[in-house]
């Protein structure tokens, strides 16, 4: 199981403090589902995914590796070849179906409405272009701009990632930058047209507290400045607490539990997300107490689930959890889980192992 923990306390932010946020609906994913070919068959990534982001908020995806949870964003940005991957179901921007459109139609929105930023900058800058000239570059793909224009657009932004001396680094190569700045300028060029919405997969995890705070502040700083809205791929729950709205949780797939993050940090209701949190280190624990470990494995993606994805590791199992998947199951206002724990028929009583009739 690989699930960071916080790298310092981090309380759960209010997300009154945010500034107010807008409701309408950007992104609207509904029953997502992406499957690879192999030689043993087809490997389900992603099970039937639905979530919604609205604008202007931070919606952070969490799970284990391999949950699902960077194949998700890249399907529903065209960022896997087909074949050999499947995709199905419905990725709506704006009310725009993202799903079946061509490279073309893609490469129009890609950068210029739906801005990416990769976990590795040094594997997605072009290490052959000083940094200045990729972001002008993809600034001129979209917007109708002379290279001159461009160039001190880009000298600009890179100052507005607080980069000293942007002019001078703008003329450098991505390996003359430490990993922090090249992180900056891979945010540069994610955000050099002002998208709606940015993708921000793993932004932090090869960065030291520092530097990641500081790239927290920035996201922090733009979302302020354009109003874009950000769905954070992460498995550091410290991150999620920071700058977080939102949270949903992924669990071999499928999407377990979504819910504000005070409702997922303090009143979570998913057994896997109640797991997670379990096995954190805790500042308050003895300096040689064991961890807590999610006994077990995520199921195959091999397999067609019939029942709970969690079964084999819950210590809340039902019988009626090996018969039939549960839908979403409302907890609370805009907070789900999916669990036959929060069926309305559930029992009640100190012992949960008792069969559910359906």
Known sequence: MSFAAPNQAAPVADATSRGTRETSVLLEVRDLSVEFATSSGALHAVRKVSFDVHRGETLAIVGESGCGKSTCVQALTGLIATPPGRISGSAKLSGH?????TEHELNAI??????????????????TMPVGKQIAEALRAHRRISRTAAQERAVQLLGRMRITDPAARAQQY????????????????????????LIADEPTTALDVTIQEQVLELLEELQRGTGMAIVLITHDLGVVARI????????????????????IFYRSAHPYTAALKAALPRADQPRRARLRAIEGAPPGLLQTLKGCSFLERCPH??????????????????????????HPRAPRTADIHQPLSA
């Open 110 to 127: 890609r950068g210029a409405r739906v801005g990416m930023i990769f976990q590795d900058p040094m594997s997605s800058l072009n290490p």
């Open 317 to 342: 199992a039902m019988e009626l959890c090996s018969i039939r998947a549960p839908d979403p199951q409302a907890v609370a206002p805009a907070h789900t889980a999916r669990c036959w724990l929060h």
């Open 97 to 101: 179906e993202l799903i079946g459109l």
């Open 174 to 197: 991505p390996f003359e930058l430490s990993g922090g700045m090249a992180q900056r300028v891979m945010i540069a060029l994610s955000v050099v047209c002002e998208p709606e919405l």
């Open 244 to 263: 977080a709205d939102r949270v949903a949780v992924m669990y071999a797939g499928e999407i377990v539990e979504v819910g504000s993050v005070e409702e």
